[in-house]
């Protein structure tokens, strides 16, 4: 079993910057591959990035290629997501997402991932 807790979000005026992360509880943080999704209201969930085990691979949505950078630190059982150049339109609450699979494989699935945090909000005013 896995807890995900988000921090980092807030109100940043267009054109800032935002850090999340999301940290996990247990031992076994480095086995598994994390998400960041979000979700702005009357809309569904949306892949935002993912990043393999050991870091070395990543994905993003294209909304958040070269914006956004997705990180982890084994050691503190923490994954990151950057977020620069925010627009309005990036206003949601933003969730991360661990999955027990080792392989970096269907990362944009939502499906994929066996667990999930309780989310945090970013809202990016115009």
């Known amino acids: 079993q896995v807890q995900l807790v988000e921090s980092g979000g807030g109100l940043v005026q267009a054109g800032g910057s935002l850090r999340l992360s999301c940290a996990a509880s247990?031992?076994?943080?480095?086995?598994?591959?994390m998400g960041w999704f979000r979700q702005a209201p009357g809309k569904e969930r949306e892949f935002v990035a993912a990043?393999?085990?050991?870091?070395?691979?990543?994905d993003y949505a294209d909304f958040a290629k070269g914006r956004f950078t997705i990180s982890r630190d084994n050691a503190k059982n923490t994954v990151y997501l950057q977020m620069n150049s925010l627009k309005p339109e990036d206003t949601a609450v933003y969730y991360c997402?661990?999955?027990?699979?080792?392989?970096?494989?269907?990362?944009?699935?939502?499906?994929?991932?066996?667990?999930w945090g309780q989310g945090t909000q970013v809202t990016v005013s115009s």
């Open positions: 990043i393999s085990v050991s870091g070395g691979s990543t």
């Open positions: 997402a661990a999955d027990r699979s080792p392989y970096f494989i269907m990362v944009r699935n939502p499906t994929s991932y066996d667990y």
């Open positions: 247990g031992r076994t943080f480095s086995a598994y591959k």
